[in-house]
Structure formats: C-alpha cells, structure tokens
T-cell receptor
Framework: QKEVEQNSGPLSVPEGAIASLNCTYS??????FFWYRQYSGKSPELIMF????GDKEDGRFTAQLNKASQYVSLLIRDSQPSDSATYLC????????????FGGGTRLMVKP | GAVVSQHPSRVICKSGTSVKIECRSL??????MFWYRQFPKQSLMLMAT?????????EQGVEKDKFLINHASLTLSTLTVTSAHPEDSSFYIC????????????FGPGTRLTVL
C-alpha cells in the first residue's frame, strides 16, 4: 500500500510567523510531489510542485524535498489569516501518468 | 491557464433520480480525468480515472454501474450518479491531468450533491 502521511493538525501559528507543514511518503520510486490548498467547502488548488531534491521557492511558499528521507515539506512565510486552510500533500509515483496519492491533509490556522 | 470547470456547482434531487455532472478542461487538453468524492471533514477519495475514448478505471469499492463515467473528448468527462440515494450526498470533484514537467492535476470547483 503506497501511503502519504500528514499530521492532521490543527497547526496553529500566529500571524506573521512561519508555518511548516510536513509530509512523508512510502513509495521510494515517487517522482513528483505537490502541495494543494483546500479551503472549507471548496476544491483543492495547486500551490506548487517539486521533483528535485532541495528547495523550491514561489513567493511566500517554499517546498522542500528530501528523497533519501522520503520527506517533503511546505514552508509558508509571513503567514496570514487567509492562509488558514487544509493543505494536502500529493505524490506522483512516476509510472502512472497523472495519478496522485493524497495525504489526509493538515489543517492550518493562522491567528491574527 | 489550466482552468477546469464543473457543472452544476450544486444540485438537489429526489431519491431514485439520476444526476449528471460535467467536467471540462477549458484551456488545455486533458490526457486523463479523475473523479473524487469528499465527505465532510474527510480527505479526498478517488472514485475513478478516465482516459478519452476508453473505459474508466474504478477504484475498489466504487460501483461502476452506479457511477457512470463517459470521457467523450480530451476536454470533457461526465459522471452520472444513477438512482441516487441519500447516502450518495457528497461533494464530487473532478480533476484534469496535464502531461507536463510535473504531471499536475488541476481541480474543478466541485459539485455538491444533496439527495433527499
């Protein structure tokens, strides 16, 4: 069973702080990794993806990938109350087209 | 770019009726489309994967005769919930896959189905 694990939270951070969201995966052959944000009652929206070891930055978001440790994380700098949502980690195994395995999501709460 | 539409956004129907949900990729050709279901406060559950012109692949436990999927073109897939019952009430979300550097999936806005 290929799994993607996330702490369900809630993760509570004060406004302006850095929020750190973590994800581990079991399939060592996984090729690309995605972070989606899902607001309550809405569908997921893609924040960013990463497929090389190291860091990838996009605005206030930084994705970090460590394939040796089978670990991917998302950092949100200068967290805002509007960042409060559930963050889904998803993994593409690399041999199944666009198929993604999703984690259960981490609920982030940014307090003013 | 990478916009996916879904229609209707909300539907309320009587038990026993059938409901069709459309999913369209508006600005790209989707090699594969996916249908998910999400119950309140739960994670996404993949129901089926469809490729244009071929039969959908259903996940274990999903009744293919109840959830009919038609993938008519590279930009359109439909999900029909046949003989809907109250336990089918859920948030149905489609996504479209684009074969690019990251093999991303882009999600439609979802359809909230309520069966009375």
């Amino acid at each position: 069973q290929k799994e993607v694990e996330q702490n369900s939270g809630p993760l509570s951070v004060p406004e302006g702080a850095i929020a750190s969201l973590n994800c581990t995966y079991s399939d060592r052959g996984s090729q690309s990794f995605f972070w989606y944000r899902q607001y309550s009652g809405k569908s997921p929206e893609l924040i960013m993806f990463i497929y090389s070891n190291g860091d990838k930055e996009d605005g206030r978001f930084t994705a970090q990938l460590n394939k040796a440790s089978q670990y991917v994380s998302l950092l949100i700098r200068d967290s805002q109350p509007s960042d409060s949502a559930t963050y889904l980690c998803a993994v593409n195994p690399g041999n199944a087209g666009n198929m993604l395995t999703f984690g259960g999501g981490t609920r982030l709460m940014v307090k003013p | 770019g990478a916009v996916v539409s879904q229609h209707p956004s909300r539907v309320i129907c009587k038990s026993g009726t059938s409901v069709k949900i459309e999913c369209r990729s508006l600005d790209f050709q989707a090699t594969t489309m996916f249908w998910y279901r999400q119950f309140p406060k739960q994670s996404l559950m993949l129901m089926a994967t469809s490729n244009e012109g071929s039969k959908a692949t259903y996940e274990q436990g999903v009744e293919k005769d109840k959830f009919l999927i038609n993938h008519a073109s590279l930009t359109l897939s439909t999900l029909t919930v046949t003989s809907a019952h109250p336990e089918d009430s859920s948030f149905y979300i489609c996504s479209a896959g684009r074969l690019a550097a990251g093999n991303e999936q882009f999600f439609g806005p979802g359809t909230r189905l309520t069966v009375l």
